[in-house]
């Protein structure tokens, strides 16, 4: 409704699909092609100075900076970000950022703007499936508030017995996972159809295929791909910057750096709602305590005999962890300190912290001036 408004107004609308340093490309409107056409066609009228300019794809890129009031105001410019555009120099591809719409969703990391779906892809061999990793990435992204897709990537490489054992197990997780193959392109326009008329971010660990998916489903694009490793069994990290893609069917997809473990940051008493199908129990009962965590608490309806309780817990410690890091930050006479461990799946401890200065080698610098500062005094 907002952009209409904006629209009806003779305000050029874009949206931005990457930023580079201090600049942003900025995906215009089709609206804002037109107008850009119209433009080259009355310069040719009026001066008749460029018979052979050509007119540039439309809807057009504009290359944008943006204005100094919004940098005075403190407002950030993120990618899917919907802007108004200034001052268009059709010809030279710039422009400038105005003003920036209210956006739907925002997510920090990837930092970018109006998400509506994530769509999370893993191989089901070459690298393995694991259950821990995966179900770190699902509660990250059930964190976000926003639609889950799971694709599983490299089907063609397990029979169709597996297939089904692995769906079963994701169904009892509360999810119905697609199984393609990028190499041999099994199922993938069926993927490409949820992508249709939306922004989707895609994720996943690094090697996986989530670069060759981009690449099936966007012809002209070429991003690049890399290998697993044989000694780990873990894929190479390739993308290196978020950037919005625009797909043939109609949507954008963002590409996002890969990550091997999400944090879990999230807020320990909301963590049980990542799981649906722990959802599922406290939509018919609930727990006695209204800020019960699950683990011992008496007549709780969530503990019990399900699959991903372990995960759980183990989140739930990390989550926990990470809210008592930031109320000891928040406490600078705190004498204890978060050590992670370097060993074992993101576990950390705490350890007393020593005194600042205390057991610090005073600088030469001071011992100089000490000594000036001694030498006055007695004079």
């Known amino acids: 409704m907002t952009g209409e408004i904006f629209a009806a107004t003779g305000q050029l609308l874009g ?25 080259v066609e009355e310069k040719l009228d009026l001066n008749a100075l460029l018979p052979h300019c050509p007119t540039a794809p439309s809807p057009p890129l504009l290359l944008c900076t943006r204005r ?18 200034e001052e268009p120099d059709w010809a030279g591809g710039r422009g400038a950022i105005a003003e920036v719409l209210p956006r739907q969703s925002e997510l920090d990391r990837p930092a970018i703007a109006n998400v509506n779906q994530i769509l999370l892809v893993f191989a089901v061999a070459d690298p393995p499936l694991e259950p821990y990793q995966l179900s770190r990435f699902l509660i990250k992204a059930e964190s976000t508030g926003l639609d889950v897709l799971l694709c599983l990537n490299k089907s063609d490489l397990i029979s169709q017995q597996e297939q089904q054992q692995v769906s079963d197990r994701l169904l009892g997780w509360g999810y119905q996972p697609i199984f393609i193959s990028v190499k041999d392109g099994i199922n993938t326009e069926q993927a490409a159809k949820y992508l249709s008329n939306k922004i989707t971010v895609i994720a996943g660990p690094s090697g996986v295929g ?20 044989g000694k780990l069994a873990r894929g190479r990290h390739t993308t290196r910057h978020i950037e919005l893609f625009e797909l043939p069917s109609g949507g954008l997809l963002a590409d996002t750096p890969g990550f091997n473990q999400p944090d879990m940051d999230c807020i320990p008493e909301e963590l049980i709602h990542y799981f649906p199908e722990a959802r599922k ?3 018919v ?3 006695r305590f209204s800020d019960c965590l699950h683990r011992d608490e008496p007549e709780c309806v969530v503990r019990g005999d399900w699959e991903r309780y372990e995960h759980y817990l183990e989140f739930l410690d990390a989550a926990i962890a990470h809210q008592t890091q930031l109320h000891q930050q928040a406490d600078p006479e705190s004498t204890m300190k978060l050590k992670s461990k370097s060993k074992g799946k993101g576990q950390s401890q705490y350890e007393p912290k ?11 610098k001071t011992q100089l001036q000490d000594l000036q500062e001694l030498y006055r005094d007695e004079e």
């Open 15 to 39: 949206t931005v699909v990457a930023v580079q340093a201090n600049f942003y490309r900025v995906q215009m409107d089709q609206e804002a092609g037109e107008q850009r056409s119209r433009g």
């Open 68 to 85: 100094t009031r919004l940098k005075k105001i403190g407002q950030q410019v993120m990618v899917g970000d919907r802007v108004v555009v």
């Open 210 to 229: 989530k670069s060759s998916l981009i690449n099936t489903l966007i012809d002209s694009l070429e991003l690049r791909v890399g290998e697993v490793s």
């Open 281 to 283: 129990r406290l939509a």
């Open 285 to 287: 009962a609930s727990c």
């Open 354 to 364: 020593l005194e600042s200065k205390k057991y610090r080698r005073i600088s030469r």
